[in-house]
């Protein structure tokens, strides 16, 4: 008797946590290995949103989006929520509660240039006089003294495909790039093994101008109770181990 009782618990647990297991939708930003493998659906941010998820028995899907088209992704489609930087104060813009998770990976960005060029790259201001070519929406992100720059550099761009970034100061038609240190080396490597590099700069060392604060990404959720199972389970995770045996996956791919 005793032994059926406990049978009967154990079966009603596991049906209470099936019911209140949910399949989640969640955008994210395209075209940023090695954080985001597209083709895949996979990378280092989106295993660390779906593992924190599997803990409380979720499972997600992730629509990958444009920058640009996050926000109207949100608003327009049935999502439970969108990987952005934190900072992003997608409540204010589209008018409706937003819950934000804990932080889920830090993001940083910098200006990168051939170290024999012996830039003086010391703020945002000494990119003035230089051909820079930034990410896509690089003004959006990267605060008002970065927009003023980008607003008086008339050699100033941006792109969305980040892999012509690493082309494009190889080829020497750059001087700088705006780029996420990982991201830049994910490009550059796979270049490099596909002979996509300008062999006259192939063996220049470059330098890492540390001249933006690092970015804390996030999930923004619209329902309380999700935020509050991923925030859950990302603790669990970074406990156990397994976010930094993620971490250590993607860095070198």
């Known amino acids: 008797m005793l032994l059926l009782k406990h049978?009967?618990?154990?079966?009603?647990?596991s049906l209470s946590?099936?019911?209140q297991a949910k399949s989640l939708q969640i955008a994210i930003g395209s075209q940023l290995p090695p954080y985001v493998l597209e083709q895949m659906s996979a990378g280092m941010e989106v295993?660390?949103?779906?593992?924190?998820?599997k803990v409380k028995g979720h499972t997600?899907?992730?629509?990958?989006?444009?920058?640009?088209?996050l926000l109207r992704k949100l608003l327009n489609e049935k999502l439970d929520g969108t990987a952005v930087n934190s900072s992003y104060d997608i409540a204010k813009e589209i008018n409706m509660p937003i819950y934000n998770s804990d932080t889920t990976i830090i993001y940083h960005n910098f200006a990168i240039a051939f170290a024999y060029k012996n830039f003086q790259i010391q703020s945002v201001n000494d990119l003035v006089n230089k051909r820079v070519l930034g990410f896509q929406n690089a003004i959006k992100y990267l605060g008002s003294?970065?927009?003023?720059?980008a607003v008086n550099n008339d050699d100033y761009r941006e792109h969305p495909i980040q892999s012509l970034q690493v082309k494009q100061l190889y080829a020497g038609r750059i001087d700088?790039?705006?780029?996420e240190k990982r991201i830049f080396n994910y490009w550059k490597?796979?270049?490099?093994?596909?002979?996509?590099?300008?062999?006259?700069n192939i063996n220049k060392k470059l330098k890492f101008h540390n001249i933006f604060e690092a970015s804390?990404?996030?999930?923004k959720f619209v329902d309380r109770s999700t935020r509050d199972d991923f925030n859950q389970g990302l603790r669990i995770i970074k406990e156990n181990g397994l976010y930094q045996a993620i971490i250590k996956k993607y860095e070198n791919i």
């Open 60 to 69: 997600v899907s992730f629509q990958f989006v444009p920058n640009l088209r």
């Open 189 to 200: 490597n796979h270049a490099e093994s596909e002979g996509y590099l300008f062999r006259k």
């Open 176 to 179: 700088v790039v705006i780029s």
């Open 17 to 19: 946590f099936v019911a």
């Open 216 to 219: 804390h990404r996030n999930v």
């Open 47 to 53: 295993d660390i949103i779906r593992e924190a998820f």
């Open 145 to 149: 003294a970065y927009a003023a720059m």
């Open 7 to 13: 049978v009967l618990l154990s079966m009603t647990l």
